[in-house]
């Protein structure tokens, strides 16, 4: 299982907003209905096969440039994991369950 996390930056653009371009970026998430996928005001994480990962962050970039920006600057970062099932639900349960505190977490 693979655990990846992408923030999409559309440069130039007509305003220095991106919350339309990632709206349409997380729409394309519907052609990929083996991931799941949640959003976090830096990026957004995918998880699921490295294969379909990778395709999905290909069809977020083209909404992007369908939108008419000329240029889009990605940001990745891929967790995969051979030995064991990679869940991100259980990498914040294992960080909680090591905090006295974990008001942080949800």
Known sequence: MTIAELTLIPIGGESSSCSKYVAGALDALVDFPSLEYRLNPMGT???GPMDDILAAIKAMRETVF???V????MVI???ERRDKDN????KLASVADKRQNDHYIE
């Open 66 to 68: 369908d939108k008419g």
């Open 77 to 79: 970062k891929i967790d």
């Open 87 to 90: 869940h991100m639900d259980e």
């Open 70 to 73: 000329p240029r889009v600057y």
């Open 45 to 47: 994480v995918l998880e």
